[in-house]
């Protein structure tokens, strides 16, 4: 048996989330919230961070060590290219993601238009926000700009570089931030695509549910 442990409102715990469903695998989520983890969560998590993961008792965490985990026990590279170098290209946007995007995407914006006012009743602080979509992000999204293709997906058939990628962006919608389509014209329809596929639009609709509190 598979658990999840996280919530799914964290881009890292539904990238995890969107892979087991793309393997059809069936799993239970334990909603841990990493700011108020049980006792002995850093047994199973180090860090203190969520996803982490249980697979019949063997525990892991960090998303890309559990989706490369999933590639290689359930997968044939359905979450990674089998193609060396695109297998390569999608780790680096993975990292590149994960680090670079979530940076200018999390806590300047969507802790503080988000989980500031809905889940911890404190004030966003928007000095902070609108500094941070004024500056960190532009650079940031122009990169991606020049590396997501105009159809299809990064690696040609989805792949975790792009769940990387779009469950980061989404939660920038969530905290009113929307991707300009004319100065990154690629980008806004590659996302597009992205949501809309049967996977990912399942999450936003929990998502909703959740942000309706
Ligand atoms: N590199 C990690 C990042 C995970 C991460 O930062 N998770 C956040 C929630 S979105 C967290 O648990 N933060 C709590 C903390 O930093 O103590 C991954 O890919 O799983």
Known sequence: MITVYGVQLSPF???????LD???LD??????????????FKKISPLGKVPALEDDGFAIADSTVICQYLNEK?????LYPADIKARTKAW???E??????????GMPLFFERIVKPTFLKQDTNEQIVEDNIKHN?????????SVVPETAFVCGALSVADLSIACLMINAAYADYEVDSKRWP????YLARIYQQAVFRKYIESDKQILRV
């Open 92 to 94: 680096w946007l993975e």
């Open 74 to 78: 359930y997968g044939k590279n359905q």
């Open 186 to 189: 690629t980008l806004s329809s």
């Open 137 to 145: 992000i532009p650079p940031v999204l122009d990169y991606l700009e």
């Open 96 to 105: 590149y993601a994960d680090t670079k995007l979530a940076e200018v995407v």
């Open 13 to 19: 715990v539904r990238k995890v989330l969107i892979s």
């Open 27 to 40: 799993y239970t989520v334990n909603p841990v919230s990493p700011m108020d983890p049980p006792e002995g």
């Open 22 to 24: 793309m393997l059809e």
